[in-house]
């Protein structure tokens, strides 16, 4: 079983960047499809964006950071990294993120086999 360890999250003011990363042990990372998500209080948790397993030759986001955020991979160092520029107060939440032994690039929580603990981003206005 894979473990997923999130890293990089923290305060940053909007119109300000972060990269998130997600450094995956215990398995093969190559032969997992990785996705972000994030849960803000009180509401449900969000697909951000997901990658392709192997090359990473696949990626999809959800509208909400489609040009803004931009997702990858290095298999070389098992992480699966978030990229997120031009940050609003609205990306306020708890970012998580999650690998799938599957072939196909999943965008729904359900997919999903394997969760980190998450990470905190906060963004002030």
């Known amino acids: 079983q894979v473990q997923l360890v999130e890293s990089g999250g923290g305060l940053v003011q909007t119109g300000g960047s972060l990269r998130l990363s997600c450094a995956a042990s215990?398995?093969?990372?190559?032969?997992?499809?990785m996705g972000w998500f994030r849960q803000a209080p009180g509401k449900e948790g969000d697909f951000l964006a997901a990658?392709?397993?192997?090359?990473?030759?696949?990626?999809r986001y959800s509208d909400s950071v489609k040009g803004r955020f931009t997702i990858s991979r290095d298999n070389a160092k098992n992480t699966v990294y978030l990229q997120m520029n031009s940050l609003k107060p609205e990306d306020t939440a708890v970012y998580y993120c999650?690998?799938?032994?599957?072939?196909?690039?999943?965008?729904?929580?359900?997919?999903?086999?394997?969760w980190g603990q998450g990470t905190q981003v906060t963004v002030s206005s």
């Open positions: 999650a690998a799938a032994r599957t072939p196909v690039v999943p965008v729904t929580r359900g997919e999903y086999d394997y």
């Open positions: 215990r398995g093969t990372f190559s032969i997992y499809a």
């Open positions: 990658i392709s397993r192997s090359g990473g030759g696949t990626t």
